[in-house]
């Protein structure tokens, strides 16, 4: 006999790929390698994503990438502060993390002028068993 404990089974084949492009940001937030690697911290663990590990490099002159390595999968930001402008990817496997959730925290702290977000489903749709 099997027991629903109510909690999605663990490695479903699905997920959500959010990419963000975000423009008019301030290029001084966008060249601080601190804050960005702070602020998508957040952004991943208020959305419930796990993080493991994190991994950044500022570039000369300006302009920097973090990599966070989740247990769902993945998140990048690329910034381009000549620009005022970044890319965002948060891609999550399962139910659990909320990627779309994730990309609008980074927005709100970015205070972008403009953006653009699309949400790609990936894998099998397991709706039904969530």
Do not use: W
Not at 4 to 24: C, K
Not at 69 to 76: G, K, Q, R, V
Request: net charge negative.
């Amino acid at each position: 006999m099997s027991v629903d404990t109510g909690t999605p089974p663990v490695g479903l084949f699905t997920g959500q790929h959010v990419l963000a492009e975000l423009e008019g940001v301030d290029p001084e937030l966008l060249d601080d390698e601190q804050f960005l690697r702070e602020t998508l911290h957040d952004a991943l663990s208020r959305s419930h994503a796990t993080v493991c590990q994190m991994i950044a490099k500022r570039f000369e002159p300006q302009g920097v990438t973090v990599l966070a390595l989740l247990s769902e999968s993945h998140a990048s930001l690329h910034t381009y502060p000549e620009d005022g402008s970044i890319f965002i990817d948060v891609f999550t496997c399962g139910h659990t993390a909320k990627p779309e959730l994730a990309v609008s925290l980074l927005a709100d702290a970015l205070r972008p002028t403009t953006q653009n977000v699309q949400t790609i489903r990936r894998g099998r749709d397991y709706d039904h068993l969530a």
